[in-house]
């Protein structure tokens, strides 16, 4: 039966900013900003840093979030993010700054720009523009200042492209992290194939995305990731709660199953309100994969419910963008659910207009 997540034309009617076209380009951003950061060059001394700060808020520090556990088990150097107006006493000329605001004018990071500054940090920058693309110009640093040309909407949230993938090209770069040509050219397919699966096009029955989103209508998600996906669960779950405008968390295992199982008794309304939401991948090691079935089974003990989304892409990288996409199609699609235009953010723009006065 078809629904008004069937029709681009009923969904046009309440996504006024076309949210949708963003999230339809998640391949086309990342396509631009690989091709773009092949020419960013960082001088040597970037590589001798013994750790990384990323400097952004909520959208803008997506990357971070996914960088740090994504590449785990390869970083040589922690990847710290600090959403704040300061950074900590130990950033020093051996660390490595990343300044990352989509718009360029966020108040918290341009503050955390002049504070690292002082502290001789090595610093670069991710940014459509903005003050902070001129700060950065003014002093010489590396940069990559995009122009958002795949993101119709010119929301954060929908520039997984520019901030995510931005971030991971960046230092890339600046030689923290190792993606070559064909990790590439491999997530690009996945993201292709991805869109195949959870498009509008594809039925409510057929379509993990609009099931995970009818499933959590009036009801409160809690996304359940471990180990690569964990920063991805994250960025999800901030998701549910920008796009949806839902109550949404993200929990981890193992860490999860030393408290959380026991807070599942009361209130009794748990059992009415709470949605779960697994994150399930053959990548996960043994111990976790069992951990996460075993899980399961406490939530059923608990007559509380649970949808589990096979992350099927063959490499890490694939499974975070995977993770990542039928997130935000699942955000976007409960937005309608809502009656709510999914790209608007009233409560957050009053705050920062607040902020001002």
Not at 186 to 209: G, H, M, P, Y
Request: proline share 4%; glycine share 6%; with cysteine.
């Amino acid at each position: 039966m078809a629904t008004i997540l069937d029709s681009r034309e009923e969904l046009a009617k309440i996504d006024t900013k076309n949210g949708l076209g963003s999230i339809e380009q998640l391949g086309s951003q990342i396509k631009q900003v690989w091709e773009a950061t092949r020419s960013l060059q960082f001088p040597d001394s970037y590589r001798q840093v013994t750790s990384v700060v990323v400097a952004g808020m909520g959208g803008s520090a997506y990357g971070t979030h996914v960088i740090a556990t994504l590449f785990a088990d390869e970083l040589t150097v922690p990847v710290f993010s600090i959403p704040d107006y300061t950074l900590p006493h130990w950033v020093n000329e051996h660390t490595l700054v990343l300044l990352s605001s989509y718009s360029g004018s966020t108040e918290e990071t341009l503050s955390a720009a002049e504070d690292a500054k002082k502290k001789g940090a090595h610093m670069c920058g991710l940014t459509s523009g903005g003050k902070l693309g001129e700060w950065l110009k003014s002093n010489n640093y590396p940069a990559y200042i995009f122009t958002p040309t795949f993101n119709q909407c010119n929301t954060p949230r929908y520039a997984l492209g520019y901030s995510v993938f931005g971030q991971m090209a960046v230092l890339e770069r600046a030689g923290i992290l190792k993606i070559d040509e064909g990790m590439y050219q491999a997530l690009l397919a996945d993201i292709a194939q991805i869109q195949l699966e959870v498009s509008v096009s594809v039925s409510r029955e057929k379509n993990a995305s609009k099931l995970l989103a009818y499933d959590c209508l009036d009801r409160l998600p809690i996304v359940v990731v471990a180990q690569h996906l964990e920063g991805a669960g994250h960025v999800v779950a901030n998701a549910f709660n920008e796009t949806a405008k839902t109550y949404s968390e993200y929990r981890v295992v193992p860490e999860l199953n030393h408290h959380l199982m026991e807070g599942l008794q009361f209130p009794k309304i748990n059992e009415r309100d709470l949605f779960f939401i697994f994150a399930d991948s053959k990548l996960y090691s043994p111990s976790i994969q069992k951990r996460m079935q075993l899980t399961k089974q406490v939530i059923e003990k608990n007559n509380c419910e649970y949808m589990s989304i096979d992350i099927a892409s063959n490499s890490k990288l694939g499974q975070v963008f995977e993770l990542l996409l039928k997130g935000t199609y699942a955000a976007f699609y409960l937005a309608f659910l809502n009656n709510v235009d999914p790209v608007p953010n009233p409560w957050v723009d009053w705050f920062k207009q607040s902020m001002k006065e």
